[in-house]
């Protein structure tokens, strides 16, 4: 839903993508502290199924209302990085992929490293 907060911003407010993100990042933050308040000491000595479904059931009702305020109309965050692109035999890769897959592939190997050199391999 943060998302969809910063695209909103972006496209329809003015804002410049940083602020935005910003946005995004604390209303996620307020959303889960939230259900930490008030869901969270009913749920504490519950079954895990329970948490689990009462987790999944609000998970849920953001989706509704996502559904209900932007319905089709944002599907993608554009950033300065889409623009550049590459091809990778057929396919077209743009800059905020090849970003996300080097960040995905730096987090795995330090975490991996971090984790041996720490003795719990």
Do not use: C
Not at 5 to 21: C, D, E, F, K, Q
């Amino acid at each position: 839903m943060g998302a969809f907060i910063a695209w909103t911003l972006v496209n329809h407010a003015g804002l410049s993508i940083w602020p935005a993100a910003a946005v995004a990042v604390l209303f996620g933050g307020l959303a889960m502290l939230g259900y930490g308040v008030f869901f969270g000491p009913p749920l504490a000595q519950r079954d895990p199924v329970v948490k689990t479904t009462a987790t999944l059931s609000y998970l849920l009702v953001l989706l509704g209302v996502m559904a209900l305020v932007w319905n089709a109309q944002a599907y993608q965050l554009l950033l300065p990085t889409t623009n550049l692109s590459i091809q990778v035999g057929q396919v077209f890769v743009n800059g905020t992929q090849a970003i996300g897959l080097g960040l995905g592939i730096l987090v795995t190997i330090f975490g991996t490293a971090s984790r041996n050199s720490s003795g719990r391999a």
